[in-house]
């Protein structure tokens, strides 16, 4: 698997971490039952219940390693040395499109957290990453699809201190 440091909010950390716990105790056991039963109707050949309840069972592993491995190579974010003015990881950020003259506020987190509709953007995202480092008053330049697209920083907000601190995960 893929040794890929993943950057994460102590609130995005806290998710996965949840999730997991739900695979490995409710999902594994919900799965676990399904197969049992499955294999009760006799001839599993030809058993769809029991090659559906085998296929969810392959899911929920794949996905409880995913989480471990995301887990363990996490990387918390820590923007308590960053200054209000920069853009960095946990800073929520309005910038104003340029040619639409509409703005937007999201905050920027690592790409594992990355949820545009609830306002949550990847740093590697191609605004993402052309944001970091940036400050307020700037002025950056975004290829899109539509084309190259100008966004003015209108603001950047420290990250709280909930979505702050910590060091790496263990």
Request: without cysteine.
């Amino acid at each position: 698997m893929n040794d890929k440091e993943i950057v994460l909010t102590k609130e995005g950390l806290a998710k996965l971490e949840q999730e997991l716990d739900d695979l490995k105790t409710i999902h594994r056991k919900e799965v676990n039952d399904r197969i049992r039963q499955a294999k009760e109707f006799g001839d599993i050949s030809e058993n769809a219940e029991y090659e559906d309840a085998k296929q969810e069972q392959a899911f929920v592993e794949g996905r409880i390693m995913r989480l471990e491995q995301m887990i363990r190579n996490a990387r918390i974010i820590d923007a308590s040395g960053s200054t209000a003015e920069e853009v960095h990881l946990g800073a929520t950020v309005k910038v104003k499109d340029l040619r639409s003259g509409e703005s937007f506020e999201f905050s920027i987190v690592g790409s594992a957290e990355s949820d545009p509709p609830n306002k949550r953007l990847s740093n590697e995202s191609p605004l993402g990453s052309a944001l970091l480092g940036r400050r307020k008053g700037e002025t950056v330049d975004v290829s899109t699809p539509r084309g190259v697209v100008q966004y003015k920083i209108e603001s950047v907000n420290k990250a709280t201190k909930k979505a702050a601190a910590g060091k790496k995960a263990s």
